[in-house]
T-cell receptor
Framework: GQQVMQIPQYQHVQEGEDFTTYCNSS?????IQWYKQRPGGHPVFLIQ?????EVKKQKRLTFQFGEAKKNSSLHITATQTTDVGTYFC???????????FGGGTRLMVKP | DAGVIQSPRHEVTEMGQEVTLRCKPI?????LFWYRQTMMRGLELLIY????????DSGMPEDRFSAKMPNASFSTLKIQPSEPRDSAVYFC???????????FGEGSWLTVV
């Protein structure tokens, strides 16, 4: 079955440093979504990428979808303590298929 | 919109007891998901309903787990009998058409002692 892997599992950064999490799928994806879960909270949708090579930005967050539509990344510039949480990617193989969530990357930011 | 509503938010129960978790999806959404989250296994999809019909229950761990969706605005996840290894956060989520953004409830934190 489809597998979605995320690395790293955990990342400690100093406030102001950059952070990147990577997502890799065993199969080509029709689209990929990213979610953020704050400690003690629930996953909240951030963005969806659909096109090969697509890049989207949300303030300090940059999302990329690979050319082969099998990998994606989330980059945060100059992390802040409010960025703390677990970031999940979730891939969909075909329209109408289920989303498969990655294991998440837990980001911790030291002030 | 009130979002996905789950109850109870927290439950502590003794091993062997029956646990029922409840969910009200966002009005108008026709897909409903039950997920379980633990540190060891991450976020796991247990079951998925579309138009109140179970479509994929391959993630349900064993016969102790059952889920129902009697109507478009209500679903339950039941564990009977509960075991300590069932301790987890159980999320209900809904979406429109099963293809769009998934909206999660705040979760039901279950502890089985």
């Amino acid at each position: 079955g489809q597998q979605v892997m995320q690395i790293p599992q955990y990342q400690h950064v100093q406030e102001g440093e950059d952070f990147t999490t990577y997502c890799n799928s065993s199969t080509t994806l029709s689209n990929i979504q990213w979610y953020k879960q704050r400690p003690g909270g629930h996953p909240v949708f951030l963005i969806q990428l659909v096109k090969s090579g697509e890049v989207k930005k949300q303030k300090r967050l940059t999302f990329q979808f690979g050319e082969a539509k099998k990998n994606s990344s989330l980059h945060i510039t100059a992390t802040q303590t409010t960025d703390v949480g677990t970031y999940f990617c979730a891939g969909r193989r075909n329209a109408g298929n289920m989303l498969t969530f990655g294991g998440g990357t837990r980001l911790m930011v030291k002030p | 919109d009130a979002g996905v509503i789950q109850s109870p938010r927290h439950e502590v129960t003794e091993m062997g007891q029956e646990v029922t978790l409840r969910c009200k999806p966002i009005s108008g959404h026709n897909s409903l998901f039950w997920y379980r989250q633990t540190m060891m296994r991450g976020l796991e999809l247990l079951i998925y309903f579309n138009n109140n019909v179970p479509i994929d229950d391959s993630g349900m761990p064993e016969d102790r787990f059952s889920a129902k969706m009697p109507n478009a605005s209500f679903s339950t996840l039941k564990i009977q009998p509960s075991e300590p290894r069932d301790s987890a956060v159980y999320f209900c989520a809904s979406s429109f058409r099963g293809e769009d953004t998934i909206y999660f409830g705040e979760g039901s934190w279950l502890t089985v002692v």
